[in-house]
């Protein structure tokens, strides 16, 4: 059974990508920051259901303490998939911003992303098949006003997806980002009313944190060995 690690798995994307995989057959590493009962319970529903999973929690920004979780998950063996989902937003007007907001937003996206990938990508490449599929934004594409810190951040992500799908390339690692528009979520709902959501949205509607996890299910199936370097949108239309 191949083993997969989903990182902000507690949350609104992260809880649908993580069912989605254990349907499919992964053996998911459920993690989490502050919600570890979130993922324990996830990991109860997916055993109820037959599938099979384990909770983990780390701060994504700390490298030590990423480096020390990962070291254990690698113990029972490679992790072939990683999707890293973990991220926040701290929006505000750019005049306004502090250095805070600037730094934390990235450190969370961009150091989040080096400290989690970096030490899975040696033991993905020696099994020779691996899929690294990482959240980014729409924001990282078509820009929005109150998230520089934000758009900056995702956009870099796309930058990374790009260069290190190169580097893996011939070793059976795909490495894609998929951006979603407005995902029905806790972080979407406090952001977007009705109104904005009908005059952004061609489509009318959010998305489901379901449509998310259904293509980046079939980004880390065998179906998608072809597809890799891609930023994928999933917008209702957005652009
Ligand atoms: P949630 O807030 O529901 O989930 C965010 C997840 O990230 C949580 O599991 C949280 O962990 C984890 N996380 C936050 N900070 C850290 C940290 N320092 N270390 C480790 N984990 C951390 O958000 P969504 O599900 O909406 O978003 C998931 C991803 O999708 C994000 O990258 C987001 O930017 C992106 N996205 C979301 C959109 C939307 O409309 N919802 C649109 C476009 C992109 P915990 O809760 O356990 O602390």
């Not at 390339?169 to 904005?196: H, K, L, M, W, Y």
Request: with cysteine; aromatic share 4%; hydrophobic share 45%.
């Amino acid at each position: 059974m191949k083993r997969a690690l989903v990182t902000g798995g507690s949350g609104g994307i992260g809880s649908a990508i993580s069912r989605r995989l254990a349907t499919d057959g992964f053996h998911v590493a459920i993690h989490a920051h502050r919600g570890l009962e979130t993922a324990q319970t996830l990991v109860g529903e997916i055993l109820a259901g037959g599938g099979s999973a384990e909770a983990l929690s780390f701060d994504v920004t700390d490298g030590e303490a990423v480096r020390a979780s990962l070291e254990a998950l690698l113990e029972k063996g490679p992790i072939q998939v990683l999707v890293n989902n973990a991220g926040i937003i701290d929006d505000g007007a750019f005049p306004g911003m502090s250095e805070e907001q600037w730094r934390r937003v990235i450190d969370v996206s961009v150091n989040g992303f080096f400290n989690v990938t970096q030490p899975l990508t040696l033991p993905m490449i020696r099994t020779r098949w691996g899929r690294i599929v990482t959240i980014s934004s729409v924001a990282a594409i078509i820009g929005n006003r109150g998230q520089v810190n934000y758009a900056a951040a995702k956009g870099a992500l796309h930058s990374a997806t790009k260069s290190l799908s190169l580097e893996l390339a011939s070793r059976g690692i795909t490495v894609n980002a998929v951006a979603p528009g407005i995902i029905a979520t806790s972080v979407s709902a406090a952001s977007f009313d009705e109104q904005a959501i009908h005059r952004l949205v061609p489509m009318k509607r959010v998305g489901r944190p379901e449509e998310v996890a259904d293509l980046v299910g079939f980004l880390c199936s065998n179906q998608a060995a072809y597809i890799t370097g891609q930023i994928i949108s999933i917008n209702g239309g957005m652009i």
